[in-house]
């Protein structure tokens, strides 16, 4: 991996982790840039031998445990141990501690005692400790932090040390206690969220799922871009919306833009219908002279629940944008804060109109908009700027026609190892029905003519991934055209998808994915139009998943074959919107 892209993936992967644990002390995983080793999960044996189930991440000086929610599996930090002077010691399975058991001391003699699933994993978990600690010092120096109290008495000086208070300072105990995360930490009027993201819902889940994350901190990174729209032409010239209710299947399709639902779901001859009908994916697509605003939104689940939420969600969304788009929208800044707001009303509208707010569906959001900008605010003269706003696994991802490449633009937003769960949501899914944030994200990227956006719903990019091909990491890799060497230890790891950690498992499937999509894209014969590059991706996820529609076809009452090999493909309600990168001059 070339060394700017493992810089980028180090950052994005401690902040990911930083914002995923709740109670931690600010700033606890991402400061000083360290870097992670390895994670995964392990019980911790307490003095009364009782485990307790906790998650484990080891980085390049320190140890971060933290206890798991066995009903939520969320993750709440526990601790903090640094490895410098530490001693671990390999302990014998015993009936009173149980096995796989590995024994840390911590300088000053506290000793943690972990005890790990099979020998193997405390056997590889020993080796990478031990490694570590063998490149720390043997003495800790009085700075040092070797607990969570030294770290957050050691933060606390470093700040007061370039900031000095203009009152006396307060007792210890006191400059401690404000230090330790409150429950009014939490809350959004302190956060300046009261007056500009209207739903309180909304903001509580931003506050709780990306603590101590302000809104201003949100829009700083775009804020430093200064870059600046060109004047919008006020005129609305193209406006498109679907899947129809009537025909869930139709295509809708201008010369700048075309979308397209399908569902790859096997048909049932007994319900004289398919599998997971009514399509839940909902698209909408507004068009300015030199705009354009596009909304996905993708059910969760299947029914009539989850497909009135996408509807809502979606419709709400782009009249949002709709009323939000005129000369005041000066930055692109200003639009970020936009798609956040109509993404907090979108919410909103989802619980309208119900008694019991937890009848109400859920489902995924992404929503982006292309801008003509001034070609000297931009870092290389670009004329134009696509930024998306993405809740839960939808993809946005962007083809050079210059490069003949295709990015994904949303990298990160899904976790491989959960299937079926989205990472996000709008629509009552957590405390009083507020949404799940989690993966919440804003991404951006800069456009030159002619280029075009796509945005693809799950069902699309999940057969585009090697696991659900049949495909190991290391075939996976080679058919990419992967060239960089892999060491004896990753060529070993890339046999299995299962021993691969999150972070190089989501790197190898995003190579791969991205590959399919050029190869598929370059390979359409002049000229590329956005419907026949709709069409071509949409005719790949129903040829790709054949084989296994066909199977439950001849044999719906078994379940789902798991042979990736001889049944590739994940069979789903598909959406892909395809637009072009241009000025639009006729209705």
Known sequence: MAPLKRESQKIQTLYNINNSLHGNPPNLVSRDMKELIREGPVHVVSDKKVKKKCYMYLFDKELVLTEVNTITDEKV????????????KDIADNSAYGTGLLQITIQGGKKVIFSFFTSEEKKSWFQDIKRIIS???KKVTKDSPTSTKDYIRHEHERVIKVTPPKSPNPPLKTRLQSLIPKDTDFNPTRMGLEEKIPSMKFRQALCKQ?????????????????????????????????????????????????????STFPYSTEKAKR???????????????NRMVAVLTDGCGSGTRPLLAAYKCATTMINEMKQSQNNQSITLRDVVFQLLRAASKSHDAILDGRKEIWEAGTTTLLAGVLMEVERQTTPHNNEWWFTCLSVGNCKAFHVSKKNKVVTDITYGNTDSTIPRDPGGRLGPYLFSGAPDLRNLMVCDISCDLDDMILLTSHGVHENFDPENNGLTPLEALREAEYTEILSERETQEAQSWATLDPITSQFYKNSYRSYKLTELING??????????TKN??????????????YMELNPNNRYPNDYKLYPGMMEHSTCITFQVERIYRS
């Open 77 to 88: 930090f526990d601790s903090l141990y640094s490895l410098a002077g530490c001693e671990l």
């Open 135 to 137: 490149k720390m010092p």
């Open 210 to 262: 990306h603590s101590r994350r302000t809104l201003e901190c949100m829009l700083e990174p775009f804020d430093k871009k200064r870059i600046v729209l060109t004047p919008l032409a006020t005129k609305e010239l193209l406006h498109i919306e679907g899947p129809d209710i009537q025909d869930q299947e139709q295509e809708r399709f201008t010369d700048v833009v075309a979308a397209r639902t399908v």
């Open 275 to 289: 599998d997971g009908d009514p399509i839940a994916d909902c698209y909408r697509f507004l068009a300015y002279k």
């Open 524 to 533: 359409i014969k002049p000229p590329i139009t956005p419907r026949v590059v």
């Open 537 to 550: 991706i949409i005719d790949y996820c129903t040829r790709n998943t054949r084989s296994v529609r066909e």
